[in-house]
């Protein structure tokens, strides 16, 4: 019965991740991805971890392809032209697949011949009190640089994102000049030019310069 | 496969079947106790017609459905466009089954004690939080296949609202979490047992929780005032402009069990899932009719909040995408963030 489960769900696993890389249409990619993951949080069901699969359905089925899907609708991606890859991917690809085939045999053969039994399936590895306890116990520290890994990446992304940006005190602005220079931006080194303006944000910059401004609300109709 | 493992099964077939049949029957109901309440809020009488006092009113509904035209649209992606309504209802129906719909209870002739509930596993509410973000995807790839600008429109506003609302709903549990110490669902109810079945977790201590919870969960369900998906008056019908008879019924379904199932959730977590005062002090532990007074106010807290569904229905207007998005994130958020803070604390200080 395990058995059959196993089957069914690893080849909807492996054929999903073969539509991925197969269909030319990115939807169709999105949604093939998604059943990789949805297969993917059935076996780690069947290994006694329920807290992971539910986590993998909830982060990448329901969050991160959520939002490639939502840019691919949004930029209405065309469907990708046939055209002549670069050559020297396809014995790449043959040779990175007989390495995995080789990893794969390796670790069987390794499993069967091993003098270790194997502990019963009952473990409480997989439950969620027990992985609470480890990643606030004994890997707290690679948790929490995770978290200020993502954190930084956050604050990155929307200071990119940012449309105002506040200059350094005393920030001055030459008008017509094409960019920023490094002397204006940095108020410390001494200015030679005496029509330098004095500028506080990003947008005032941009007002000097004449760059027009796509999200003035007064243009906006 | 031996007897036991069998049994087991057979039972847990026909557990599911009672209680997606009950469930479906209840959702058939609500559509027409929605249109029955809204005609009283709107001054007239609603459905009244088919049956007694319009009681046959939902069937004739699903005949009319399944005998309308089924157009297709010519330049729709057919695949994804058959797929989306499948996977609304699919995930709509699914978490049903880890909701305790009752207490322990001894049935009779058979010697045997059993939980009414379907499925009880350790991660229960992760799960439910799991199959509701999938649900996503019938909405986002409806709008995307029918080859429609309004569908697109649609479609576009629900993912961004549903992907929004989401983190303030999962915010919002976390306090009861934290409280209970458990994902499990049954063990969550047991523990709002105390004080002979007062012991309900929007009285202690989460008050904010469930405030910040009922309105995510209805911008959730895409139901006024947050229905931007499919408003009527700027987008045709949203992202279901293209879909006709049957296909248009499996929304249409999926939209009110999702009511239903999150209604059940608050239930579950905030008003004390099954537990009615009192009633264990007076039919006794495991009875027969304890667990019927039990299953009886489950559907009754239900009931209250599908009530109050079609209440903000009949008397709201819609809000604006800005606002929408800038409540989510400026108002809820926070307010989520502030209510786990609190509880936490409380926690560590061991007030509770």
């Known amino acids: 019965m395990l058995a059959l ?4 769900f690893a080849g909807i696993a492996i054929g999903s991740a073969i539509a991925v890389v197969a ?21 780690y ?11 993998q359905v909830i ?19 065309e469907q990708e032209e046939r055209r002549t890859r670069l050559s020297f991917l396809v014995p790449a690809a ?11 045999t390796f670790i069987l053969y390794w499993v069967q011949v091993s003098p270790v039994t194997p502990a019963g399936n009952v473990s409480d590895t997989g439950l969620t009190a027990s992985i609470g306890t480890g990643l606030f116990t004994t890997y707290l520290l690679p948790f929490e640089i995770t978290s200020i890994l993502l954190l930084m990446a956050i604050v990155g992304a929307m200071t990119l994102a940012r449309r105002t940006a506040e200059l350094p005190p005393g920030a001055r602005v030459v008008p017509g000049a094409q960019v920023l220079a490094l002397n204006i931006i940095d108020p410390t080194v001494p200015l030679d030019d005496t029509t330098a303006i004095e500028a506080h944000t990003t947008v005032e910059v941009a007002k000097i310069l004449g760059i027009p401004d796509d999200h003035d609300p007064a243009r906006r109709d | 496969m031996d007897w036991q493992t069998l049994r087991d099964v057979v039972l847990q077939f026909v557990a599911i079947t009672v209680a997606f049949t009950v469930v479906l029957l209840i959702v058939a109901y609500t559509v027409l106790a929605e249109r029955r309440v809204l005609g009283l809020i709107q001054g007239r009488l609603g459905p009244n017609r088919v049956g007694f006092g319009g009681s046959l009113q939902p069937f004739a509904d699903l005949l009319k459905f399944i005998l309308k035209e089924d157009i297709v649209p010519d330049k729709s992606t ?7 309504p499948v996977i609304a209802t699919m995930a709509a129906l699914m978490t049903m089954i880890v909701y305790p719909f009752g207490p322990e209870v001894n049935l009779p002739f058979l010697q045997r004690t059993t939980q009414l509930v379907i499925a009880r596993f350790d991660v229960a509410l992760l799960y439910v939080l799991g199959v509701t973000s999938v649900g996503v995807y019938g909405i986002a790839l409806a709008g995307w296949s029918s080859n429609n600008k309004y569908s697109l429109m649609g479609g576009l506003r629900s993912s961004a609202q549903m992907i929004s609302y989401e983190l303030s709903l999962g915010l919002a549990l976390i306090g009861v979490i934290l409280q209970s110490g458990t994902l499990d669902l049954y063990r969550i109810v047991e523990l709002q047992s105390r004080w002979h079945g007062c012991g309900w977790f929007i009285l202690w201590l989460q008050p904010l929780g469930f405030f910040i919870y009922l309105m995510s969960a209805i911008a959730e369900t895409n139901r006024v005032p947050f229905d931007l998906p499919e408003a009527e008056t700027e987008l045709v019908a949203g992202f279901h402009t293209e879909y006709s008879a049957m296909k248009f019924a499996l929304f249409f379904l999926a939209e ?11 239930t579950t977590l905030f008003l004390g899932g099954w537990n009615v005062p009192f009633a264990e002090d007076l039919f006794g532990r495991g009875t027969l009719l304890f667990a019927l007074v039990s299953v009886i106010g489950f559907l009754v807290k239900i009931c209250f909040f599908l009530f109050l569904y079609i209440w903000l229905r009949g008397t709201l207007p819609r809000f604006r ?4 998005m800038n409540f989510g994130w400026k108002f809820l958020l926070p307010l989520a963030l502030v209510n786990i803070f609190i509880t936490a604390t409380l926690i560590f200080l061991n007030v509770l």
């Open chain 1, 5 to 8: 489960l196993f089957i069914l």
């Open chain 1, 23 to 43: 269909q030319r249409n990115p939807l169709y990619s999105a949604i093939s991805l998604i059943g990789v993951f949805i297969s993917l949080a059935c076996l």
């Open chain 1, 45 to 55: 069901v069947m290994l006694a971890a329920p807290f992971l699969a539910a986590v």
């Open chain 1, 59 to 77: 982060v990448y089925a329901g969050a991160i392809m959520v939002l490639v899907v939502f840019v691919i609708m949004l930029l209405n991606v």
């Open chain 1, 94 to 104: 043959v040779g990175l697949a007989a390495l995995l085939i080789a990893e794969v």
């Open chain 2, 78 to 84: 057919r695949f994804v466009y058959f797929l989306a």
């Open chain 2, 256 to 266: 009110y069990i999702n009511m239903f199932t999150v209604s059940m959730l608050a």
């Open chain 2, 321 to 324: 995408f800005d606002q929408l």
